[in-house]
């Protein structure tokens, strides 16, 4: 067995291995016991729900660490799986999860953890879970795998990624291998490196896409006919503005789409941490700063505005400048378009009041 891992893993994998085996043995006890403190809160408060732990977000990036600290594997690339995770959940908030305190949302199933031939599809015992070939291991030191503990999720997980090595590109193999999805593996690839970057779970500020002022208009247009193209319904939201007018990204995101497409002329989308995707239309340029894969924050200027589009590259001017905007969310197998009106009228409410916010305290 160790044989066929050396032949088939270059060496530098092998030694990651067996360093991170190293100091997960010196520190599984105090990981495992921290994990446990960390699902203290929810059992203590008597809450039968997860939000009854008083910062879920705070108690996910401290389980995070403890199992970076013990695995070798940094703590982004845990927050990125439990967060494309917890995306694609079909519920937002499953059965099971109210009567416990499960604070990731990372579910492994059945056959996947105790093995595909393994009789007992809840078997909880290590030995006959690796007999079985299942992925599900004890991470929180109680002597169970359970594939509804935090601990041993993550720690099932960091095995699985272990065997393709600790490089980011090992990870995204690991990822695939897991998902047997490209979607799902880009997706973890560009949750991984909004967290890396920014080093915090919370992403989730906002901005108007266009500077605030007197000079563009826009009005609820979801589902109206198009005149160009043939029967499309209308997936978004056009804001009227005069060309050149600077587009700002409203999220915290990595672009995904940057060049041509027939209906959208220039256009950008932007991926955020919710898997939503954020649409820019009928661009005049790019500001010159933004490539695909890059980091975009809000507020931050990506384009102006124009009237590409209905055409071959370089088309303009076959309707009036507007910056046309649609978001659409990733459910894992399918995305949806949803209509943005009612977020852009609530992220330029929210800009305006804190320009006056800003005006009063000065
Ligand atoms: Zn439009």
């Not at 940094?74 to 519920?91: G, H, L, M, S, V």
């Not at 949302?105 to 690796?130: E, M, R």
């Not at 600790?166 to 991984?192: L, T």
């Amino acid at each position: 067995m160790l044989a066929l891992f050396k032949k088939t893993l270059p060496w530098r994998t092998v030694l990651c291995l067996s360093a991170a085996a190293m100091l997960w043995g010196a520190s599984q006890a105090a990981a495992a016991e921290a994990a446990r403190r960390v699902n203290l809160p929810a059992v203590q408060s008597g809450s039968s729900s997860a939000a009854g732990v008083a910062d879920p977000a705070a108690a996910r990036k401290e389980l995070y660490e403890q199992m970076s600290a013990a695995t070798g594997i940094p703590w982004f690339r845990f927050a990125a799986i439990d967060q494309y995770e917890r995306t694609i959940a079909k519920k937002k908030v499953p059965a099971d999860a109210l009567a416990s305190s499960r604070i990731t949302a990372i579910s492994i199933p059945g056959p996947v953890w105790s093995g595909p031939l393994n009789p007992d599809q809840a078997d909880t015992s290590p030995d006959s879970i690796s007999f079985f070939g299942g992925m599900g291991y004890d991470g929180s030191g109680d002597g169970l795998a359970d594939s509804s503990n935090d601990a041993d999720l993550l720690y099932s997980m960091a095995r699985h990624l272990l065997k393709y090595g600790n490089s980011a590109n090992d990870f995204s193999i690991g990822v695939w291998e897991y998902y047997h999805n490209g979607r799902a593996a880009q997706r973890v690839a560009q949750f991984a490196k909004l967290y890396e970057h920014f080093g915090r779970l919370d992403l989730s500020g906002s901005a108007f896409p266009l500077p605030l002022g007197n000079n563009y208009a826009y009005r609820s247009t979801w589902g109206t006919g198009r005149s160009w193209g043939g029967a499309r319904i209308h997936e978004g939201t056009d804001l009227f503005a005069p060309q050149g007018l600077p587009v700002r990204s409203t999220c915290f995101g990595i672009v995904e789409t940057k060049g041509w497409n027939r209906y959208g002329g220039w256009r950008i989308g932007i991926r955020d941490i919710e898997n939503r995707y954020h649409y820019y239309a009928h661009l005049s340029g790019y500001d010159k700063s933004v490539t695909r894969g890059d980091i975009v924050t809000p507020g931050q200027i990506i384009g102006w505005v124009g009237s590409s589009g209905y055409g071959s590259p370089g088309t303009q001017g076959k309707f009036p400048p507007h910056l046309h905007y649609g978001i659409y969310r990733d459910r894992g197998i399918t995305e949806w378009a949803f209509d943005p009106y009612p977020l852009l009228k609530q992220w330029e409410n929210q800009e305006y009041r804190a320009l006056r916010k800003n005006k009063r305290s000065k």
